[in-house]
T-cell receptor
């Protein structure tokens, strides 16, 4: 599975959009981009995933570039409860989830 | 649905002891996973299973064993516990053909 690169940390003001980038330049055509988050000490939580089209659900939006080498997770109106480590994971046909170090998003009041 | 249930939540082991971490899911998921997470680090995959009777190694399988005799249960066995196995252990499950995994709340294990 392709590796991903994320910034180690980001800050966001409460109520503003949080845009979390992820680089996956070696992604293959049949690999998906998944996003999870982990709120302090809890088990990770699935957020969203996509193949090549942009996706939106009740939690977030996922924007994947046309060449699929990078993506951005958007939390449209960040709240204090969105403070967490966010993981971008490329998943192949074996559906094996391999977590990197992720991005610590801190939402400030 | 209870989701993914892990027991125990906390455990202290002495060096050389053995124990089994239990994981059960009631969502009829085919895929199940065991991860460990050391302080300040990301999750490392220990073992995973794509169905009853089928298991495979992840990134850090040494010192652990698993079995999958039923769809619901995926126990993780620690033999001869070592201080390096002090960690938080997470179990997860997902549908066949998808990686939208549901995670348990973790087992915090300390080996002294």
């Amino acid at each position: 599975d392709a590796k991903t690169t994320q910034p180690p940390s980001m800050d966001c003001a409460e109520g503003r959009a949080a845009n979390l980038p992820c680089n996956h330049s070696t992604i293959s055509g049949n690999e998906y981009v998944y996003w999870y988050r982990q709120i302090h000490s809890q088990g990770p939580q699935y957020i969203i995933h996509g193949l090549k089209n942009n996706e939106t659900n009740e939690m977030a939006s996922l924007i994947i570039t046309e060449d699929r080498k990078s993506s951005t997770l958007i939390l449209p109106h960040a709240t204090l409860r969105d403070t967490a480590v966010y993981y971008c994971i490329v998943v192949g046909s074996n559906y094996k989830l391999t977590f990197g170090k992720g991005t610590l998003l801190t939402v400030n009041p | 649905n209870a989701g993914v249930t892990q027991t125990p939540k906390f455990r202290i082991l002495k060096i050389g002891q053995s124990m089994t971490l239990q994981c059960a899911q009631d969502m009829n998921h085919n895929y199940m996973y065991w991860y460990r997470q050391d302080p300040g680090m990301g999750l490392k995959l220990i073992y995973y299973s794509v169905g009853a009777g089928i298991t495979d190694k992840g990134e850090v399988p040494n010192g652990y064993n698993v079995s999958r005799s039923t769809t619901e249960d995926f126990p993780l066995r620690l033999e001869l516990a070592a201080p390096s196995q002090t960690s938080v252990y997470f179990c997860a499950s997902s549908y066949f053909g998808g990686a939208e995994a549901f995670f348990g709340q973790g087992t915090r294990l300390t080996v002294v």
